[in-house]
């Protein structure tokens, strides 16, 4: 496989559930990233991890946990999610270093939380 | 805050003609350029980035940027119905890992 691999493609939970979102990177990077896109509004950034560390956190609410094991793998595990989360969730990576920093997205989760 | 600026659109051309997306950016320290195109149910896709003022071209597309004035725009050439597709300015300030998109411009071009 190449790119940025998302799994499940699709998600369907109750907001009692806890399930997680899987994210594998094959390019080599270095920085990994969990992006939320909602309907009519832009992408927002949600955590990075540079050298598995985390570095940015946009007050993201405690039920969304991240979790970066190595620099080829993140996660998100989501529990007691609300209906406002159904979203968008895309996985992303870059090779970090001046002129350098591209995004590189997974083919995303569509979530529904019911 | 740092903001991203886009048309929302959607921007209707006919195919063959030229399609021009426009982007203002907020934050006069932003270094590093992007544009991503975004098909329906996909994700985002990398077509062109930009670091320096001028124009930058890659076959049909070209980018442009002025960064006295903040704003960054991408030509589409002989555009195509397959280059129908929501256009993302996604801007990054000091080649940090801080990405800000806009909202989108949502592109449809008529056979």
């Known amino acids: 496989e190449t790119g940025v691999t998302q799994t499940p493609r699709h998600l369907v939970m109750g907001m009692t559930n806890k399930k997680s979102l899987k994210c594998e990177q094959h390019l080599g990077h270095n920085a990994m990233y969990w992006y939320k896109q909602s309907a009519k509004k832009p992408l927002e950034l949600m955590f990075v991890y540079n050298f598995k560390e985390q570095t940015e956190n946009n007050s993201v609410p405690s039920r969304f946990s991240p979790e970066c094991p190595n620099s080829s793998h993140l996660f998100l595990h989501l529990h007691t999610l609300q209906p406002e989360d159904s979203a968008l969730y895309l996985c992303?990576?870059?090779?970090?270093?001046?002129?350098?920093?591209?995004?590189?997205f997974g083919s995303g989760t569509q979530l529904s939380v019911l | 805050q740092k903001e991203v600026e886009q048309n929302s659109g959607p921007l209707s051309v006919p195919e063959g003609a030229i399609a021009s997306l426009n982007c203002t950016y907020s934050d006069r320290g932003s270094q590093s350029f992007f544009w991503y195109r975004q098909y329906s149910g996909k994700s985002p896709e990398l077509i062109m980035s930009?670091?320096?003022?001028g124009d930058k071209e890659d076959g049909r597309f070209t980018a442009q940027l002025n960064k006295a004035s903040q704003y960054v725009s991408l030509l589409i050439r002989d555009s195509q119905p397959s280059d129908s597709a929501t256009y993302l300015c996604a801007v990054n300030m000091n080649y940090g890992q801080n990405f800000v998109f806009g909202p989108g411009t949502r592109l449809s071009v008529l056979p």
């Open positions: 992303a990576s870059s090779q970090a270093g001046p002129l350098s920093e591209k995004l590189f």
């Open positions: 930009i670091y320096s003022n």
